[in-house]
């Protein structure tokens, strides 16, 4: 049996310098094994810091910033590349082994046009004329999908969707004819409805190439999908190797078993109230200078206590209504209302007790605190705002808030770089807190997060709305956490209502087209399930 790939015993190591102390080695990775054959897909899954991405960019000896191969061997068709030098890797690297990697806006240069970009390995490595690179590249966008194959290639990466350019970056890695790809978490950052057509595109590929692939994610639903064989990854080390049938339907450790198991919260929908605490009336809104409405006509409410999620796919005005509610894009036409008092359109109109009882949470973590400042004088900012604390007794609230958010003694005095992603999640929702508000904005928090991550945020959440009463305002295009935390739903679409009401009714049949799309674009635990869905909207379509 021939390997392109077998990976011995490898041991990866990076150089660190925590604040305060001198640079230290530790050990990122220790003793991984693994081997691909032609044709088949591994998938490497685990929670961030598991080594996942370093795991895989190893199969070209490549480690990113002050990382290093420390030991081990990397066998690439029976040679141990880590002893064939610089020149060697030079060959190996775009030609025998492409990359996909997971944000395709990051990867592409923006001054160039995609054909250019796409045959640039092949052309540099001399694998073929200008010509016979662009032919197949047109090639390869008729079969990833593309619109106007003919013509794509001379549009600049602005000019296309987000899918678009992750298949055109597919395109990319397939055009040298490489013998390994490794796909670096390629659809993560998409909507669950663009999800399907990349993971779809990238499966007929690898099948009708004939190309073997590392496949690596966070998401065991979705590398269930694709791969014929799954290794289970947590702090550097292997906790399960084996065939994707195996790990899915019969994991034998209790880590495995709860990625299996993570989209397990259903959360009782809350009896109707008449009673709002926020009430949106037909809100259209527009941001300066654009030619047209981001929000036409919405109108949504959220109960005292209860949470109402927004849902929709990028683009769909989720996170607009945010803004809008919480004054930082000022409606152009509507009304809010807030506890029975109306609310300013603009946040500069807004009293102390307005801003205090709406908080927000946002997406991203690392960029909503200020790196150089510790987590208590993060959590302790709005405790001195709003109600005057100082010294001992902020320094006694924070911690207070940090054993609500069950982080208990010992982080007050760290730094976020010092924390995982979700204890920074954790972080910020206690900052919301800080301020004792009525409502809370949760815009996409547990999108950046991994399953098992996002599991304990979603927990945390409704522990706290049980204990607190509080109201959220849930934004996500993930319907698991919606199942999960919400009461109402409001599907939304080109800035528009398309769905709204309590969640037993949203979530049940007759579905409208898109509201229908949207449930059965959500990944399921199930082997042949993308099979299934690919087969159910070729029906349709011929039926239409």
């Not at 996170?319 to 409606?331: D, E, K, N, Q, Y």
């Not at 007794?393 to 958010?405: A, N, P, S, T, Y």
């Not at 730094?415 to 800080?434: D, T």
């Amino acid at each position: 049996m021939s390997h392109i790939v077998d990976i011995r015993d490898l041991r990866i190591e990076a150089t660190v310098r925590p604040p305060g102390e001198k640079s230290k080695q530790i050990t990122i990775v220790d003793g991984v094994s693994y081997q691909i054959e032609s044709g088949k897909v591994l998938g490497l899954i685990g929670e961030s810091g598991a080594g996942k991405s370093t795991i895989g960019l190893a199969a070209m000896a490549y480690g990113r910033g002050s990382v290093e191969i420390t030991g081990g061997e990397v066998l690439v068709k029976g040679t141990n590349i880590l002893e064939g030098g610089v020149a060697a890797l030079h060959e190996l690297r775009g030609q025998t082994i492409t990359y996909v990697a997971q944000s395709a806006a990051a990867a592409f240069n923006p001054a160039k046009q995609l054909m250019t970009q796409v045959t640039e390995a092949a052309l540099a490595h001399g694998l073929m004329s200008k010509a016979e690179a662009e032919a197949r590249a047109v090639s390869l966008f008729k079969q990833l999908g593309l619109p106007n194959p003919e013509t794509i290639g001379s549009r600049y990466p602005h000019q296309v969707s987000g899918g678009q350019l992750q298949r055109v970056m597919t395109a990319m890695a397939l055009c040298p004819k490489p013998e390994l790809i490794i796909f670096d978490e390629p659809t993560t950052a998409l909507d669950v409805t663009t999800q399907i057509d990349v993971l779809a595109a990238i499966k007929r590929a690898i099948r009708d190439t004939g190309v073997a692939a590392i496949y690596i994610t966070h998401d065991l639903a979705v590398v269930a999908q694709i791969s014929d064989d799954i290794m289970v990854l947590r702090h550097g080390k292997t906790v399960e190797y084996g065939t994707t049938d195996a790990i899915i339907n019969h994991p034998k450790e209790d880590y495995t078993t709860a990625l299996v198991n993570v989209r397990s919260i259903e959360h009782a929908e809350a009896e109707p109230t008449p009673e709002f605490l926020l009430q949106a009336q037909n809100i259209t809104a527009r941001y300066q200078g654009a030619e047209f409405d981001v929000l036409r006509d919405v109108s949504v409410e959220v109960a005292r206590g209860q949470t109402l999620a927004i849902v929709g796919e990028s683009g769909s005005g989720k996170s607009t209504l945010a803004r809008v509610i919480t004054g930082l894009l000022p409606a152009a036409q509507g009304a809010l209302s807030f506890d029975g008092r109306t609310l300013s359109r603009d946040l500069a109109g807004r009293s102390r007790e307005d801003l205090r009882e709406l908080q927000m949470i946002y997406q991203m973590a690392d960029v909503a605190m200020n790196p150089r400042q510790t987590v208590g004088t993060i959590i302790g900012r709005p405790l001195a705002f709003y109600f005057g604390l100082k010294g001992e007794e902020k320094r006694r609230r924070v911690q207070e808030l940090l054993d609500l958010i069950e982080m208990g003694s010992g982080f007050m005095d760290r730094y976020p770089a010092e924390l995982s992603g979700g204890q920074k999640q954790r972080v910020c929702i206690a900052r919301a807190l800080a301020a004792d508000p009525k409502l809370i904005i949760c815009d996409e928090v547990t999108s950046a997060l991994d399953p098992l991550v996002a599991h304990g945020i979603l927990k945390l959440l409704l522990k706290l709305q049980a204990e607190k009463g509080l109201a959220y305002l849930f934004i996500t295009h993930d319907l698991a956490a919606v199942t999960a935390i919400a009461d109402s739903i409001a599907v939304m679409y080109q800035g528009k209502l398309q769905r709204y009401g309590p969640k037993s009714q949203v979530l049940s049949p007759p579905f409208d087209d898109y509201t229908d799309l949207l449930l059965s674009s959500v990944p399921q635990m199930r082997l042949g399930w993308l099979e299934d869905v690919i087969e159910t909207r070729k029906m349709e379509s011929a039926g239409n």
